[in-house]
T-cell receptor, first 113, second 115 residues
């Protein structure tokens, strides 16, 4: 079956620290991979995506590379800001254009000044 | 474009009551989905639709009904609410056209409390 596993949170960092949030997946075939972000009190917004192996998604200083060999899609940012405090969700969309998303459990990031 | 809209934003129900969560999108998207968000469990798919008149079950469909009579609307019905349905509910939509990408757009959510 399809599943996504994220590192447990919460993650607490100081401003300008380096961020890594681990994400691994299990899927049949080659899914598309996503990172969504949820700011307090809001819905989910797409942060970045990758649709095939070795693709790198990037946005707002965040990056993630689709690693087929390790079935991973780790989220990284070189220097976090207080405004990055949010919940981050890794997700996959199975092949076949079904419109479904399978989510990880979410990782809460808190950045302190 | 308003994107994906959901009503109400917050609702309190008593066990056994029924209600409908509304979801609408103005992007002419074929695909629409309902998810519930619970602490420590991420978002789980309840029901989804790939077009008007077509619906299917997701991971946690029990206790919920859906219908899709128009492209724009995808209401979620709770026929007899239970405390286990206390959650935050998100509606999402995406284009089903080839080459349009797979980005799903989410509504702001409905927070439901069942007493």
């Amino acid at each position: 079956g399809n599943s996504v596993t994220q590192m447990e949170g919460p993650v607490t960092l100081s401003e300008e620290a380096f961020l890594t949030i681990n994400c691994t997946y299990t899927a049949t075939g080659y899914p598309s991979l996503f990172w969504y972000v949820q700011y307090p009190g809001e819905g989910l917004q797409l942060l970045l995506k990758a649709t095939k192996a070795d693709d790198k998604g990037s946005n707002k200083g965040f990056e993630a590379t689709y690693r087929k060999e390790t079935t991973s899609f780790h989220l990284e940012k070189g220097s976090v800001q207080v405004s990055d405090s949010a919940v981050y969700f890794c997700a996959l969309s199975p092949r076949g254009n079904t419109g479904k998303l399978i989510f990880g459990q979410g990782t809460t990031l808190q950045v302190k000044p | 474009n308003a994107g994906v809209t959901q009503t109400p934003k917050f609702q309190v129900l008593k066990t056994g009551q029924s209600m409908t969560l509304q979801c609408a999108q103005d992007m002419n998207h074929e695909y629409m989905s309902w998810y519930r968000q619970d602490p420590g469990m991420g978002l789980r798919l309840i029901h989804y639709s790939v077009g008007a008149g077509i619906t299917d079950q997701g991971e946690v469909p029990n206790g919920y009904n859906v219908s899709r009579s128009t492209t724009e609307d995808f209401p979620l019905r709770l026929l007899s609410a239970a405390p286990s349905q206390t959650s935050v509910y998100f509606c999402a939509s995406r284009s089903g056209k080839a080459g349009a990408g797979e980005t799903q757009y989410f509504g702001p959510g409905t927070r439901l409390l069942v007493l």
